[in-house]
């Protein structure tokens, strides 16, 4: 009889121990694709900042403002002149990079998608910082930096959507079957 509970007793343990180990699994796997969800919706802009001759411009300052919501992001380009702004909102942006010895150069209305990567690169011209060149025309259609296809849908495709899970997962299902 006492045998019996101390077998009884390790089958316990050891479908504890299963159990303990499967949660674990699970939720290390729920961390994991926390950051490819949130990648689904937003959009990127990066770019290369030169002077110019062609030379990298290494501690520029560049300013990603959201123009809707007047929120700034200020980064810094690296070694290589290069700077990305990464999980924007989707919308109009001005891009505005500033160094030392060079003028401030604003690029106006760069319309970020969803899951698109803008790509604003830069060169920037000698003179005092209190210059400021405004940088107006069109903004190229093509993305060069990567073959992913996206687009923007209208409010009225969602709302024919079927009631039952109405999300842009089910959107996108729907549309790929029809």
Do not use: W
Request: glycine fraction near 10%; charge should be negative.
């Amino acid at each position: 009889m006492h045998s019996f509970s101390m077998l009884l007793e390790k089958c316990k343990c050891a479908s504890l121990r299963r159990t303990i180990q499967a949660v674990g699994v699970v939720f290390a796997l729920l961390l994991i694709s926390v950051p490819v969800f949130s990648q689904v919706n937003l959009g990127r802009i990066n770019g290369t900042v030169t002077d110019q001759t062609g030379g990298v411009v290494s501690g520029a300052m560049v300013t990603v403002l959201d123009v809707a919501r007047g929120v700034p992001r200020v980064l810094t380009t690296d070694d290589a002149g290069t700077y990305s702004a990464p999980a924007l909102i989707p919308g109009a942006y001005t891009v505005r990079f500033e160094s030392k010895g060079f003028s401030t150069v604003e690029r106006k209305d760069v319309q970020v998608g969803v899951g698109e990567e803008i790509r604003v690169d830069v060169t920037l011209q000698p003179g005092e910082q209190t210059q400021l060149v405004t940088v107006t025309g069109e903004m190229p259609e093509v993305n060069t930096t990567n073959a992913e296809l996206g687009g923007v849908i209208n409010n009225q495709v969602i709302t024919d959507l079927p009631v039952e899970g109405r999300t842009f997962l089910a959107l996108a299902n729907y549309r790929r079957a029809s």
